[in-house]
């Protein structure tokens, strides 16, 4: 398994790379291509600037005691609430309103007593890295989050580099956000700060450069507005239409695109299961994380057949050992206007439990798919699963896989298991440059062979079995020895990567 480089300074980046390193001895990679891709081509640091708007803090019980003879506020235009229960006011709200205000405190009827807080402009640190694009355009997504660094984003853009090689798509990898919290910003802010990203980016990206998606904290309609700053004023707008990927279908999104990852990670687990000559039917799982990638990939799964025993998001973790009512969890996290977090927190369906027990929770398999990091040695240790699907992105530290593979639960890695999302990617572009719309069953025929007959390759490379099916072609890649599945997975993508570097060269 992975071997840890102690020689260099060890960060998210350089753990990333040990499987590369690994798999790049195995495979005797040449080495300037090894030098081209140890590193990103272009690593991206900027900032953008937007001005806040007002907001109302709510403030303590006793601190609102010194208030109570306030006379109330009725702002002229319905705040907009945010996770933490600040309330961010439109502009004009308390002047065209009927305000009293004290020692910048105001009182909202039942709602309480609030501390205003002047708005006014904001610096936040942005980044895209351009990690290769021998293969094709530079293609990753965008993440709002709080925890973003540039160690991170090269991890990301290196891992969409083998992504995309391993589903052979003619994109190369790619990876950017903004240091920022999304919750805590009103829907205007998040988009004056999305439209001024790409006001400093235009230069650098593209349709057939560098190429945007969703990613945590982003959303088909940042992807509009993405596309709109790009493209206002172009003679030819309409061919940037591929300027990004992840767009609502009605403005040139794929059919198939929101719930691509989650089935391409449901596509996966089916080919196992085939695999161990076991059904899917009565299997059991349990989920971290329940945003785009979780929420379908569980609806799949169970429309499959399968039980989801237990989910956990970033605010709380539910259990049933019946099995959660997947659709009834699904509603009463997107539907429910109530449920400001969009969290599993309190569904009716189950019963809360510490987010750490879950782990520990017996099932068949484990989807992690929240966030990077979270198999842990320890929590490897924890868990009594056969195998672990990866939907996030680099869910598993390596003492954690040492772990896992120690006690011999399979690993589906990530670079295969969510590859969907951007192999739907590729069919929008496709489908933007050609002006045309698939059909949600063109699309998903289309993915499940792309993810189905990968997957079968990374199989046989794992377990030394060169063959030849109707679907794919094994014997190119498989290396003489058995290894690792996400060793095997990234000798995959290296062997694809080489050869652009072996058959065009290097310019000079
Ligand atoms: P999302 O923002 O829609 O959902 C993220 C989920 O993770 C939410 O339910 C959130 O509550 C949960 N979460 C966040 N922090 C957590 C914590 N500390 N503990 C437990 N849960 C936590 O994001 P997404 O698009 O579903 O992406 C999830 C993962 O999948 C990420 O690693 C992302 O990089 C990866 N991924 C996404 C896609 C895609 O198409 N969306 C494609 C490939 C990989």
Same mark, same amino acid.
């Given at each position: 398994?992975?071997? @840890?480089?102690?020689?260099?300074?060890?960060?998210?980046?350089?753990?990333?790379?040990?499987?590369?390193?690994?798999?790049?001895?195995?495979?005797?990679?040449?080495?300037?291509?090894?030098?081209?891709?140890?590193?990103?081509?272009?690593?991206?640091?900027?900032?953008?600037?937007? %001005?806040?708007?007002?907001?109302?803090?709510?403030?303590?019980?006793?601190?609102?005691?010194?208030?109570?003879?306030?006379?109330?506020?009725?702002?002229?235009?319905?705040?907009?609430?945010?996770?933490?229960?600040?309330?961010?006011?439109? =502009?004009?709200?308390?002047?065209?309103? =009927?305000?009293?205000? @004290?020692?910048?405190?105001?009182?909202?009827?039942?709602?309480?007593?609030?501390?205003?807080?002047?708005?006014?402009?904001?610096?936040?640190?942005?980044? @895209?890295?351009?990690?290769?694009?021998?293969?094709?355009?530079?293609?990753?997504?965008?993440?709002?989050?709080?925890?973003?660094?540039?160690?991170?984003?090269?991890?990301?853009?290196?891992?969409?580099?083998?992504?995309?090689?391993?589903?052979?798509?003619?994109?190369?990898?790619?990876?950017?956000?903004?240091?920022?919290?999304?919750?805590?910003?009103?829907?205007?802010?998040?988009?004056?700060?999305?439209?001024?990203?790409?006001?400093?980016?235009?230069?650098?990206?593209?349709?057939?450069?560098?190429?945007?998606?969703?990613?945590?904290?982003?959303?088909?309609?940042?992807?509009?507005?993405?596309?709109?700053?790009?493209? =206002?004023?172009?003679?030819?707008?309409?061919?940037?239409?591929?300027?990004?990927?992840?767009?609502?279908?009605?403005?040139?999104?794929?059919?198939?695109?929101?719930?691509?990852?989650?089935?391409?990670?449901?596509?996966?687990?089916?080919?196992?299961?085939?695999?161990?000559?076991?059904?899917?039917?009565?299997?059991?799982?349990?989920?971290?994380?329940?945003?785009?990638?979780?929420?379908?990939?569980?609806?799949?799964?169970?429309?499959?057949?399968?039980?989801?025993?237990?989910?956990?998001?970033?605010?709380?973790?539910?259990?049933?050992?019946?099995?959660?009512?997947?659709?009834?969890?699904?509603?009463?996290?997107?539907?429910?206007?109530?449920?400001?977090?969009?969290?599993?927190?309190?569904?009716?369906?189950?019963?809360?439990?510490?987010?750490?027990?879950?782990?520990?929770?017996?099932?068949?398999?484990?989807?992690?798919?929240?966030?990077?990091?979270?198999?842990?040695?320890?929590? %490897?240790?924890?868990?009594?699963?056969?195998?672990?699907?990866?939907?996030?992105?680099?869910?598993?530290?390596?003492?954690?896989?040492?772990?896992?593979?120690?006690?011999?639960?399979?690993?589906?890695?990530?670079?295969?298991?969510?590859?969907?999302?951007?192999?739907?990617?590729?069919?929008?572009?496709?489908?933007?440059?050609?002006?045309?719309?698939?059909?949600?069953?063109?699309?998903?025929?289309?993915?499940?062979?792309?993810?189905?007959?990968?997957?079968?390759?990374?199989?046989?490379?794992?377990?030394?079995?060169?063959?030849?099916?109707?679907?794919?072609?094994?014997?190119?890649?498989?290396?003489?020895?058995?290894?690792?599945?996400?060793?095997?997975?990234?000798?995959?993508?290296?062997?694809?990567?080489?050869?652009?570097?072996?058959?065009?060269?290097?310019?000079?």
């Amino acid at each position: 398994m992975r071997s @840890r480089n102690s020689e260099k300074r060890r960060t998210i980046f350089t753990e990333a790379m040990e499987v590369f390193e690994e798999a790049a001895d195995l495979i005797g990679l040449n080495h300037r291509v090894r030098l081209e891709l140890e590193e990103p081509n272009y690593e991206h640091i900027f900032y953008v600037t937007v %001005a806040l708007k007002d907001r109302l803090v709510p403030v303590t019980a006793s601190e609102a005691g010194r208030f109570k003879d306030l006379p109330e506020t009725h702002p002229a235009f319905a705040p907009e609430i945010l996770a933490d229960g600040t309330l961010v006011l439109p =502009d004009n709200a308390l002047r065209r309103g =009927d305000a009293t205000v @004290r020692d910048g405190f105001v009182k909202l009827g039942s709602r309480g007593t609030y501390r205003i807080e002047p708005g006014g402009p904001r610096r936040f640190k942005a980044y @895209r890295v351009q990690y290769n694009d021998v293969r094709g355009p530079y293609k990753g997504g965008l993440r709002f989050h709080k925890e973003v660094s540039l160690d991170l984003f090269k991890s990301l853009a290196a891992e969409m580099t083998w992504k995309t090689a391993i589903v052979d798509v003619p994109f190369g990898g790619a990876k950017g956000g903004i240091r920022i919290d999304p919750r805590m910003y009103s829907k205007e802010e998040i988009k004056a700060l999305t439209l001024r990203y790409m006001y400093k980016l235009k230069s650098l990206v593209g349709p057939n450069i560098d190429i945007p998606a969703p990613d945590v904290g982003t959303n088909p309609e940042i992807m509009g507005m993405l596309f709109r700053q790009f493209s =206002d004023g172009e003679r030819e707008r309409h061919m940037t239409r591929g300027i990004v990927t992840g767009k609502d279908v009605r403005i040139g999104g794929s059919e198939g695109r929101t719930q691509a990852t989650g089935q391409g990670v449901a596509y996966c687990i089916e080919e196992w299961f085939k695999d161990k000559g076991q059904s899917l039917k009565g299997a059991t799982f349990i989920l971290q994380g329940f945003g785009n990638v979780g929420s379908w990939a569980a609806k799949i799964l169970t429309g499959m057949g399968a039980r989801l025993l237990a989910v956990n998001d970033a605010d709380g973790t539910v259990h049933n050992p019946d099995g959660l009512d997947v659709a009834a969890l699904d509603q009463y996290v997107y539907e429910n206007k109530d449920n400001i977090r969009k969290t599993v927190a309190g569904f009716p369906g189950g019963q809360p439990i510490p987010a750490s027990e879950l782990f520990a929770i017996p099932a068949d398999m484990f989807i992690p798919a929240a966030l990077g990091g979270t198999i842990t040695a320890e929590v %490897a240790e924890k868990l009594k699963v056969k195998l672990v699907a990866e939907g996030a992105n680099e869910p598993t530290t390596p003492e954690g896989d040492e772990v896992l593979a120690r006690r011999g639960i399979e690993v589906i890695p990530d670079i295969i298991a969510n590859a969907g999302g951007v192999t739907v990617s590729y069919y929008e572009w496709l489908q933007n440059k050609r002006m045309e719309h698939w059909t949600e069953k063109e699309v998903l025929q289309r993915l499940e062979t792309a993810v189905k007959s990968n997957y079968r390759i990374i199989r046989d490379i794992a377990t030394n079995n060169p063959r030849k099916s109707e679907l794919h072609d094994s014997r190119p890649y498989v290396v003489g020895k058995p290894c690792h599945s996400r060793v095997a997975a990234m000798v995959l993508a290296l062997k694809r990567i080489e050869a652009h570097y072996l058959l065009e060269g290097f310019s000079q």
